[in-house]
């Protein structure tokens, strides 16, 4: 079933119009500059791949951005953002070993492909976000667009949930009651 539902909502997120996925690259800066998440000090955020929710203007506008790089045993460590090259899965990473603990980071923001109002994410199903922040304090917020929140996911054991969620119209305190 989570392979299903993620397989068309990646499929429909990869068609995505290119203009709207610029629009939305500045409305949701415009919403993180107006919530709590620009009072922290030290965030994970990513690079953009396959049309994810695109956080560019908060990378290049924010100091102690870290981005993950999956390392040798096959584990994202946060690696701090400079120059960028090209790694696993053609996804862009920092050419620097500028490492930090992962208990450090303040705001983690995630990329996924479905959430629910619970918390829940469907990933692309290889753990690495679940194993990462397993045992973190920093607050958890997944980044999605709107369309890509759904009713409810079934989660696993090993499954994190996030705090909040974060798209190009707003930011939503997740539920643990839904």
């Not at 102690?64 to 701090?80: C, Q």
Request: aromatic share 12%; glycine share 6%.
């Amino acid at each position: 079933m989570k392979n299903q539902i993620r397989k068309d909502f990646l499929e429909k997120r990869k068609a995505l119009d290119k203009s709207f996925v610029y629009n939305s690259k500045k409305s949701v800066y415009n919403v993180i500059s107006k919530s709590f998440i620009i009072k922290h000090n030290i965030f994970m955020s990513y690079i953009t791949h396959d049309n994810e929710l695109d956080l560019e203007m908060f990378n290049k506008n924010t100091k102690n951005v870290y981005i993950p790089v999956i390392d040798e045993n096959d584990r994202i460590i946060p690696s701090r953002l400079g120059q960028l090259v090209l790694g696993k899965y053609d996804i862009y990473i920092p050419k620097t070993d500028n490492f930090i603990n992962k208990n450090k980071i303040d705001i983690f923001l995630i990329p996924g492909i479905v959430y629910d109002f619970s918390g829940n994410r469907i990933g692309y199903g290889k753990a690495y976000y679940d194993t990462l922040l397993e045992g973190t304090h920093g607050i958890k917020i997944g980044c999605c667009y709107e369309w890509q929140i759904t009713d409810k996911i079934v989660s696993e054991s090993h499954d994190i949930k996030m705090d909040y969620l974060l798209t190009e119209k707003r930011l939503i305190k997740c539920s643990t009651t839904i």
